[in-house]
């Protein structure tokens, strides 16, 4: 199975800080890599695939980039409703899909 | 509005079983293949099953495979998700989800959007 693995665990940022999240895959996924927002008692949410494809209706303050085994989520200006937990998702073996341990972003 | 909602879950004993249920809205579903994901309490995500979008090709976790048994029916818009011999280790949320690109109108596949709030399964005697 291909491990996921995303850093940090948890961040506290300000409003309008800039944030990088890191997601490092156990093997080479080339560009099959997705990101997803969650907030507490709701479903995930799509915000990129395909490493950095920006999914209909997300913001474009949200961006990915990445290729092989190294990822990033980039929220340019953080906005109050961007602090939730943040998961990465390989494709690479797809159905069998696996997931990032999440980071979860916090009010500073 | 595209979304889906799953019911079915609930409190059930070790061995036990529970059939959850998936009932997509603003798309057609025939057109989709479909996804189970849960979510132990805290915890991260975890896939569990496959299904394509005529039904005959499934593919399970190994932590559920000889136990679960994923299923649709296009005719009545559901997908299900038929659980035996259920563990402690179980318990979660359940969310169905849709794979983004298979309905077309994007490549590749393994995009899951929607997801469903969830039903949580609890494991417990």
């Known amino acids: 199975d291909i491990q996921m693995t995303q850093s940090p665990s948890s961040v506290s940022a300000s409003v309008g800080d800039r944030v990088t999240i890191t997601c490092r895959a156990s093997?080479?996924?080339?560009?099959?890599l997705a990101w997803y927002q969650q907030k507490p008692g709701k479903a995930p949410k799509l915000l990129i695939y395909?490493?950095?494809t920006l999914q209909s209706g997300v913001p474009s303050r949200f961006s990915g980039s990445g290729s092989g085994t190294d990822f990033t989520l980039t929220i340019s200006s953080l906005q109050p409703e961007d602090f939730a937990t943040y998961y990465c998702q390989q494709a690479h073996t797809f159905p069998s899909i696996t997931f990032g341990q999440g980071t979860r972003l916090e009010i500073k | 509005e595209v979304q889906v909602v799953e019911s079915g879950g609930g409190l059930v004993q070790p061995g036990g079983s529970l059939r959850l249920s998936c009932e997509p809205s603003g798309f057609i579903l025939s057109s989709y293949e479909m996804i189970w994901v849960r979510q132990a309490p805290g915890k991260g995500l975890e896939w569990v099953s496959y299904i394509s979008s005529s039904g005959r090709t499934t593919y399970y976790a190994d932590s559920v495979k000889g136990r679960f048994t994923i299923s649709r029916d296009n005719a009545r818009n559901s997908v299900y998700l038929q659980m035996n011999s259920l563990r402690a280790e179980d318990t979660a949320v359940y969310h169905c989800a849709r794979d983004l690109c298979s309905g077309g109108g994007c490549n590749s596949g393994g995009w899951l959007d929607p997801w469903g709030q969830g039903t949580l399964v609890t494991v417990s005697s």
């Open positions: 093997q080479g996924i080339s560009n099959w």
């Open positions: 395909a490493a950095s």
